[in-house]
């Protein structure tokens, strides 16, 4: 295989890895407003018990830093394979972006995600895909998440309110005499539009399947693993294939998609995926997602226990193969080896200024921010290029977020939808300030969240928010101006919430309101963002690999990008990287997959 065959089939990788409709979110603040006059106690959801620091050693094969879903996914692969490896996290809880939190009231306890909500590709109940990573990691480490399907959340449009389902563009004939919503807004014209695009994904989709996640690695060693699905891609049209590296609207314009309501849609569903609209996604994020969403039998899940039940398994994974989790375990600094600082050999932890060894790796989960700026690695051990391109990584925006609880009954929760896609004003842009908002109501498939008579719901709008506009009050969160703004910017999510339950203010029994100031503090996300903003046919997101020997980088920083799914991947990717010793144990993986 050629060298730009081998970068082609790595490309083409990025299309297996979609999305998940989420944002980053945040942990718990014990915070109180007039609607919740008690004091209310915020503690991880978990119900994972992590390794105790007194059990940590001074030496492993790979340390991980940072136990977002990427370093977990990462750590998971590596502990299968044998390593011995620790993940080193500095908050009191697993997770990262995905973890949970718990209220305590007087009615009981309130379980939230601090994030991601929209999942497919995870029921055990159903056969898995090859292309999605977080699946082939949970099946490859015998974990599994409960799942309840369902097939339809809420739109809520200046058009009108309507029912997404696999028929929002009239292409399923199973519909029966259902209208579209495409049809409905826009007429028979726009439904035939549709399904032009439709037919324009179908060889995109099928590059997408061609190729397992598992069987991908960060260099050419990979002609090893991926030699026995090179087949797949022989009857597959070279051409289409290098589509999957464009600007998702340069799909859209081929198809002559021209309905301003499609467009508008496609824009949002894409700015949801990757925090950036149809010009600036990769087709490749789409590819499968489209399927996932319009396939005839496409599902979604709902995670029992929510989006820490997927943290949980990884981290039973993890714990069951031999590897470590520590919580509270900030790490200081990288070391470096002591002769020409060309190595990365441990970490040094802030408590009491521990130093531990990694024998073959360190990997990062940190953002490229976090990691150049923070002072944590010695930047003069990398080239000047290397520091520079990565500073310059366009930044993504920030959120406002309401997790609140509340009074409902069974009969009411059946009655709303478990997730909500709100845009005000089209003409605006999906990505102006205060003009669409993602909520999300899991009470609707899962009654364990909340006491009974009661239901969670979050509700954020998608990283459109400013994080300059709370600089100033970086170390004043406990002051009136803070508590003032919360409020402030919080209003225009409660009046979008009051379309949906028009008296939540008056059932709401625990509210926390977060900010760019809470996902910087507890996500250790520089400056809040939601991730880097890397716009597709300008520029690509980094491998693993760093010019720092024994470096590596897994998360929403490098390859393949932004969402659970993707970030899983780079887990698997950078776990790839590690060693050449792996590729046995990867052979045998791949085979046992192939065989399920």
């Known amino acids: 295989m050629s060298h730009s065959t081998f970068v ?14 989420s944002a980053f979110g945040f942990s718990a603040q014990s915070s109180r407003t007039n609607r919740c006059p008690q004091k209310l106690q915020a503690a991880p959801s978990s119900s994972i018990t992590t390794t105790p620091l007194e059990e940590m050693k001074d030496e492993y094969d790979v340390i991980v830093i940072g136990s977002g879903i990427g370093g ?31 209220v305590k009231h007087s009615t009981g306890a309130y379980h939230f995600d601090t994030g991601p909500s929209f999942f497919s590709g995870l029921n055990p109940n159903l056969k898995a895909k090859a292309s999605n990573p977080l699946r082939t990691i949970l099946d490859a480490i015998g974990e599994s998440v409960e799942c309840v399907p369902y097939t339809s959340f809420g739109l809520k449009f200046p058009e009108g309110d309507f029912l997404h389902t696999v028929n929002f563009g009239g292409n399923n004939p199973d519909a029966g005499n259902t209208q579209s919503p495409l049809e409905e807004v826009a007429g028979p014209d726009a439904t035939a539009e549709w399904q032009r695009l439709m037919d ?31 087949k797949n891609f022989a009857l597959l049209n070279p051409l289409e294939n290098l589509k999957l590296t464009q600007p998702y609207s340069n799909i859209l314009d081929q198809a002559s998609v021209k309905t301003p309501f499609t467009r508008n849609w496609l824009d949002l569903l894409c700015f949801c995926l990757s925090g ?40 039973r994974g993890i714990t069951k193969h031999g590897g470590q989790v520590f919580c509270n375990s900030h ?50 051990a990398l080239p000047s290029s290397f520091v520079q391109q990565g500073l310059e990584t366009p930044l993504g925006k920030s959120f406002m977020h309401l997790h609140i609880g509340f ?32 909520i999300s109501i899991p009470s609707v498939h899962d009654n364990s969240l909340a006491p009974a008579g009661h239901a969670v719901l979050h509700a954020y709008t998608p990283a459109t928010e400013e994080y300059e506009r709370w600089t100033h009050l970086r170390d004043k969160r406990q002051s009136l101006e803070y508590q003032q703004l919360k409020e402030e910017r919080s209003q225009y999510l409660w009046k979008v919430l009051e379309d949906i339950i028009p008296d939540i203010r008056e059932r709401a029994t625990v509210v926390q309101v977060g900010t760019p100031l809470t996902h910087e503090r507890f996500l250790r996300r520089h400056a809040g963002s939601y991730g880097p903003a890397i716009v597709a046919g ?26 659970v799914p993707a970030v899983a991947g780079s887990g698997l990717l950078a776990a790839h990287s590690v060693s050449l010793s792996s590729i046995p144990k990867q052979q045998k993986l791949l085979e046992k997959l192939q065989q399920q």
Request: charged letters at 15%; aromatic letters at 6%; glycine letters at 8%.
């Open 200 to 230: 324009a994904m179908k060889p995109l989709a099928k590059a997408v399947d061609a190729m397992p996640t598992a069987a991908l690695r960060g260099d050419l060693s990979a002609l090893v693993t991926v030699a026995p699905f090179l």
């Open 538 to 563: 300008e520029a690509s997101f980094p491998f693993p690999k760093t010019p720092l020997s024994g470096l590596l980088l897994c998360g929403d920083s490098c390859f393949p990008g932004i969402g």
């Open 8 to 21: 082609s089939v790595h490309l083409i990788w990025a299309a297996a890895l979609i999305c998940s409709i």
């Open 72 to 102: 977990l996914s990462s750590a998971a692969m590596l502990s299968l394979y044998g390593y011995s490896v620790a993940v080193l996290e500095s908050h009191y809880s697993p997770g990262g972006a995905a973890h949970g939190f718990s």
């Open 276 to 315: 950036l609209p149809a010009n600036g996604t990769i087709t490749a994020e789409m590819a499968l997602m489209m399927g996932e969403f319009y396939d005839r039998d496409a599902i979604m899940d709902c995670p029992k226990g929510g989006a820490n039940a997927i943290v949980d398994a990884l981290v």
């Open 407 to 438: 009074q409902a009954t069974k009969e009411e929760l059946d009655r709303l939808q478990a997730h909500y896609l709100c845009i005000e004003d089209w003409s605006r842009g999906v990505e102006a300030q205060d003009n669409a908002v993602l």
């Open 331 to 380: 790490v200081q600094q990288i070391l470096l080896n002591d002769n020409n600082n060309n190595r990365a050999t441990g970490v040094r932890l802030k408590r009491k200024d521990r130093a531990v060894t990694a024998k073959q790796a360190v990997v990062s989960n940190l953002s490229v921010w976090d990691l150049l700026r923070s002072g944590i690695l010695e930047t003069s």
